[in-house]
């Protein structure tokens, strides 16, 4: 499959904003109108012989009205089927080269078919506007967050697609759960909008959720950091989702986003490994310090802390 840039090509961005397509989008969308007239021009041809064949071939003279009759209908049909892609709207569209935009919240919605072959259609819905896409792009795609999509008016085919930058994370406990209280309503209630919009508020916390998390390594040695002093430990370090503080008495507080706080205790043992009971048990914690970074490994993941601004 394509790459993100490659699907939407930020070089384009500035022609699209300005409300026009590029010319490489343009011979795009060209090339899927040629392919719809090259399969109209393949059914009229069967369409028209049927109906050649209807009125030249000899027969009864008693079938001779009803056999003319269904073979300038077939006729009639073959020159319909010509004149169709005259009226597509999404050659109006390549023709004109006008790009609109939207922008806001965005989710996206599948649509398989009814029919036998079981294809699917692929959708972007922002602000209420459905804009329908390809597989390769529908998958590029961010599941959550706010963009600004570029789509022909016509046919409301996506163009192009630029993501914004999140909203600021929340800057405290009740602001958090005011977020997952919202995205709760909007799943319960179905409100498609409502439900965007809170997901788009919750992808920036997420996005910096993933930076402030490091991939342990594949196939980990099952040592523990050691060296640490724990003079240098004592402060209050921050994580997007939670802050510890490792105070000077030998306690240890982790306060989460939420606000739900738990209590414990923490120091450092003869080979300077960092001991902690926050999590059950007092034992070993993996832990590596570099400068004002604290790498904390916890259930799997390696959570990054920075150090705040008072301990």
């Not at 163009?159 to 759960?177: A, G």
């Not at 319960?188 to 965007?196: H, K, N, P, V």
């Not at 030998?250 to 902690?276: C, P, Q």
Request: hydrophobic share 40%; glycine share 8%.
């Amino acid at each position: 499959m394509p790459d993100r840039a490659e699907l939407f090509p930020v070089e384009a961005l500035d022609e699209n904003r300005s409300g026009h397509l590029t010319s490489d989008q343009a011979r795009r969308f060209q090339g899927m109108v040629d392919g719809r007239r090259q399969s109209t021009r393949g059914l009229a041809v069967p369409v028209g012989a049927i109906g050649a064949l209807l009125l030249i071939l000899s027969g009864p003279a008693s079938s001779t009205v009803k056999r003319h009759l269904t073979g300038w209908g077939f006729m009639a049909a073959a020159a319909m089927i010509l004149i169709a892609p005259t009226f597509d709207p999404l050659a109006a569209d390549v023709q004109e080269r006008r790009v609109e935009m939207v922008q806001g919240a965005v989710a996206k919605t599948r649509l398989r078919s009814t029919s036998r072959t079981g294809l699917a259609r692929y959708y972007l819905d922002i602000e209420g506007r459905r804009l329908r896409t390809f597989l390769s792009a529908y998958e590029a795609a961010p599941d959550a967050g706010y963009v600004r999509a570029y789509y022909l008016p016509r046919t409301r085919r996506l163009v192009n697609l630029e993501r914004l930058p999140n909203p600021p994370l929340p800057s405290s406990p009740d602001e958090v759960r005011n977020m997952f209280g919202r995205m709760a309503r909007a799943f319960f209630t179905g409100d498609r909008l409502a439900s965007a919009n809170a997901r788009a508020s919750a992808a920036g916390l997420m996005d910096a959720l993933r930076e402030t998390t490091i991939e342990p390594p594949d196939a980990p040695d099952g040592r523990i950091a050691e060296g640490l002093e724990r003079q240098a430990l004592v402060g209050t370090w921050k994580h997007t989702v939670a802050t510890v503080t490792l105070a000077e008495n030998g306690t240890a507080t982790v306060m989460t986003i939420t606000g739900a706080s738990r209590a414990g205790h923490w120091s450092i043992d003869a080979h300077g490994r960092l001991l902690t009971d926050v999590t059950g048990t007092m034992e070993p914690t993996d832990a590596v310090l570099e400068g004002d970074r604290l790498t904390i490994h916890l259930e799997g993941r390696r959570l990054m802390f920075i150090r705040g601004a008072s301990a």
